[in-house]
């Protein structure tokens, strides 16, 4: 374990080299995660409905990623991939019902055998005890925003104020307890802005006196879709109200037209839990300068997956569209990141194990499927980096059903393994808000020919042949 402490060390070092006379130390690590938070709510990412500058601090003075996405959008299984570095059918939780096998590598495991502290703080989520850490302090499944239980290191405890505020106490406390003379991993994950969405006291009354701009895709009435399309219940309509009662809901609206009256409800309570988050990421960033860690940490703010935002009428996530499979990725580190990079690279969340690992020198496990993009952290794009990226999710709720498909930089072909079957191509270049499924188009059936090949060789790159229906042709 010394020996492996010190190879640690010397690719740190390799990795990102000091000032001269400045002695080698291995980075310490805060990995912020909301649950829910679309890359679309963030000003730092051009938002249009609200303002996160706490949040922005660290594309300001880091590395914002606009082309992030999960491998399986939903909560328990993107959770299980950013652990493991591993696709769901092999780390085990393919939906929300399956625990997460505590038994197996993760990079926080890894971090604590090489030496690193390690804390797991807020929505675990994952239906097993956390592994890997020293120290743990977890919300029961989905947890309350008001007066929460937690399970600390198992034993229940009950906190008084409000999830989000408490979730950045503990982190802080527990960060205070740390020293210099040993390297941290703290993973800070928020319950917030996931549903049922219930903004503190303070934020209650944002915004009741004027409206949030619409979506531009609102209205979508899925002409061009799959037939599977038509059944989801995620639409900002009856269904919604269903789930999430709102006082003095009109009666005499139904459909389409009772969508821009839900999606001002839904919106306002989202963005007034985001104004939370961000302001407790200023908190948390405010302890890391005044304490002098800042230079010495590495900061990560990201989301399980995306979110809709009334995009497609729809709010929730499982769907491959852009706003639900993109997620977004700030990374800031003084010592070897340039302020203000943006970069476009293609990175997964079966990425961040392998990342954080190198970048605190120890080895990623062989079985971890995703690659360090610690190189492009530095303004460094390997030349054989990634042209596409594999989407897998099984889950079947809300109408949605388990789906497959394939994402470059100009195209995208999404296939149903439910319903109809159906396929759907869209050309992100000339249709970036996917409106338009141009898949049965013969002038492009060499395209979706090529884009199915693609597919086929994700899925033995990443071991997942268990569907054999589909094929290159089929």
């Excluded at 599977?228 to 006082?247: G, I």
């Excluded at 496990?365 to 952290?377: C, T, V």
């Excluded at 994402?407 to 000339?430: A, M, N, V």
Aim: proline content about 7%; hydrophobic content about 35%; aromatic content about 10%.
């Amino acid at each position: 374990m010394r020996l492996r402490n010190l190879l640690a060390i010397a690719c740190l070092v390799l990795a990102f080299p000091l000032a001269a006379g400045a002695k080698p130390t291995r980075p310490n690590i805060v990995f912020i995660m909301a649950d829910d938070h679309a890359s679309h709510a963030m000003s730092c990412y051009g938002s249009k409905i609200n303002q996160t500058p706490h949040i922005d601090r660290l594309a300001k003075e880091g590395m914002r990623f606009d082309n992030c996405f999960c491998t399986n959008g939903i909560c328990a299984p993107s959770r299980a991939v950013i652990l493991s570095g591993r696709y769901s059918h092999l780390n085990g939780v393919r939906d929300n019902r399956e625990p997460f096998d505590g038994g197996q590598v993760t990079f926080p495991k890894l971090l604590q055998q090489a030496g690193y502290r390690t804390a797991m703080i807020g929505k675990w989520h994952l239906k097993s005890d956390p592994t890997g850490f020293d120290y743990w302090n977890i919300l029961p499944g989905q947890g309350r925003y008001n007066d929460p239980l937690f399970l600390d290191m198992g034993q229940r405890r009950q906190y008084d104020g409000y999830v989000t505020d408490i979730i950045t106490d503990l982190a802080i406390d527990w960060l205070k307890q740390q020293d210099d003379e040993q390297p941290f991993c703290l993973l800070c994950h928020h319950k917030a802005p996931h549903s049922n969405w219930t903004p503190d006291a303070k934020h209650a009354q944002l915004w009741s006196d004027r409206d949030i701009p619409e979506p531009a895709t609102l209205m979508d009435d899925f002409a061009t879709r799959s037939q599977v399309l038509h059944t989801s219940t995620l639409l900002l309509d009856r269904n919604y109200l269903k789930r999430h009662p709102q006082p003095n809901e009109p009666a005499d609206l139904d459909g389409p037209a009772l969508r821009p009256w839900v999606y001002q409800r839904f919106i306002k309570d989202y963005l007034r839990c985001i104004v939370s988050v961000d302001e407790n990421v200023g908190r948390l960033l405010r302890y890391l300068d005044e304490s002098g860690k800042a230079r010495d940490t590495i900061v990560i703010y990201t989301s399980d997956q995306g979110f809709f935002l009334g995009d497609h009428g729809m709010y929730d996530k499982r769907l491959m569209y852009e706003e639900s499979l993109r997620m977004p990725l700030l990374v800031r580190y003084p010592r070897g990141i340039a302020p203000g990079s943006v970069v476009d690279s293609m990175v997964l969340n079966l990425d961040f194990a392998p990342t954080l690992l190198d970048l605190a020198g120890v080895p990623a496990a062989s079985e971890m499927q995703g690659r360090s993009f610690a190189p492009i952290l530095k303004g460094e794009r390997p030349n054989d980096w990634r042209h596409s990226i594999y989407y897998r999710f099984y889950e079947d709720a809300y109408g949605v059903g388990p789906h497959l498909g394939v994402r470059t930089d100009r195209y995208k072909l999404i296939h149903y393994l439910y319903g109809d079957g159906g396929w759907e191509l869209y050309d992100l270049k000339s249709d970036p808000r996917e409106m338009e499924n141009i898949c049965a188009r013969p002038e492009l059936a060499e395209v979706v020919a090529r884009l199915k090949g693609e597919m086929q060789r994700l899925r033995q790159q990443y071991n997942d042949e268990a569907d054999s229906s589909v094929t290159p042709g089929g």
